[in-house]
């Protein structure tokens, strides 16, 4: 089973606890954007088999959204972080870069 | 290739049955072939077979990382049905159900399609709304569907539970037509028959990457050497992504593990198939008495194959409030596979930004019923570059709006 700490309010807990929210750091296009933008935001996905930063809400908890990086894989949690924003943290990152020799960060859509 | 008929069993009988030949050939790679297609899943497996059967195009190699039927063929609930809402699924899926009437004998291979009827239950008034809609749509389009009241249901379906305490049976969206066939048989006859025209089959054999030039495919490199294609298809279901992302473009795809389990077998109890949408559960009985039992899919991207445990607590109390009667069956196996969600649920069977290369996926938690249509229509695309069954289909649509929107028609995996 999936086991994810809040960054919020600290509350480490099972899967059931949470909410998934999709992949992480879109480019949020707004009006007077192509249908080539639009599409990217709504609907192009990285999808790795790997690493996969995403975001989860603790919906059962303090009701807060927030970011991790996880192997979709292995189910390996490499870190949670806030919601507030657009690039993962860099010890985060080479705590991945560590673990998944290899690994770089793409800069997703 | 030995015809199977009941002479060939009778025959064998009287030899030990030591006559009978290797149901595929173990081939190895050729250095080059016309058309190279990823994935012998049902889908990949039927589009090398309709290349072959309606375009004469044998030159062909179906590459396989693991074994055939291995992936989401070979881990389905074997549901098929075609009462989708939109005019392109209708058309995709009744053209699919159709084919299967008539498979075993075109490949001479018995897939076991049992058209025991399939009933999506309405268990709100809004379902109710929904389906009477979709049978109308379904009369429409030339699917024979019928919306049934509750007494017809129970009569169908003894053992159903109507005035469950949460979700009682208001009635049911009933295709007398719809039904089961046996999985592994699908593919193995497609690729019986594949082996049969010259096609190659090569399992163990992982595409690593995709090669072109000047925009061109041209080959792939594999863990048993690069082989070079004039036109590559990409149908490989949950690993679409991992294969787009070597051909150079993002797909509008997630992978999500989906899960299924059977019970102990018990003695015949349910000759029908029900899905029940509301409450998130699906059973039918196979031949072996075994209850077959599907639910929900994982609620975050993976590519475990496995799913998450609180998915099977809660597809089994679904479905102990509809069928009080298997509330004391033992589990025998639950296992998972990886489905390709699109964000219209539906597939995909396009042109890539690759020219010469093309993809068949998206099929998501439903596409075993759609074998037989998508191979149909996929090989006609990659021999002709178009064609009326999978127009809709394309990759573009995302980007234009033009979605076949079928998740409310299809609310539940199945
Ligand atoms: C639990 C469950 C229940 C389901 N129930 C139903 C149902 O009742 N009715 C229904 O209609 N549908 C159902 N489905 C959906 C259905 O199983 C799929 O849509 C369908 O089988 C997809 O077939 P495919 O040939 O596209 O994919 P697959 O059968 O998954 O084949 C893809 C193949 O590609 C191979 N591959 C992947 N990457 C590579 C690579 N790099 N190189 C070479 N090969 C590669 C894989 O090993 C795999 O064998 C269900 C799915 C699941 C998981
Ligand atoms: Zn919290």
Redesign the interface.
Known sequence: ??ILTCPCCGVTGE??EF??G??AHLTRYGPGST??E??AY????????GV?F?RWRHVNGCGKWFHAARC????EVFGTYPAQTLRPPEDLLERIREKRPGWRWKDLS | MKRYSAFAVAREAFRNHLGWDRAWRAARPKDRYDVVIVGAGGHGLATAYYLGRNFGITNVAVLEKGWLGGGNTGRNTTIIRSNYLQDASAAIYEKSRSLYESLSQDINYNVMFSPRGVMMLAQTQHEIRGYERTAHANALQGVETRFIGPREVKQLCPIINLDGPRYPVLGALWQPRGGTARHDAVAWGYARACSDMGMDIIQQCEVTGVRSSGGQVTGVDTTKGSIACSKLGLVVAG?S??LA?MAGF??????VALQALVSEPIKPCMDVVVMANTVHGYMSQSDKGEMVIGGGAD??????QRG???HIEETVRALVETFPMISRLKMLRQWGGIVDM??DRSPILSATPLSGCFINCGWGTGGFKAIPGSGWGMAELMAKGHSPLTAEFGLTR????RFIDESVAAGVAH
Do not use: C
């Open positions: 089973m999936l899967e059931t909410h998934g999709g992949e249908d080539e639009f599409q709504l609907f192009r996905r990285e999808n790795p088999k996969h995403e979709t894989v292995t189910l | 690993h992504g991992v992302d993002r797909l509008p795809v997630e992978s609620g975050y991207n993976n590519y475990t998450s445990f609180q699109t964000g995302f980007a234009e709006g």
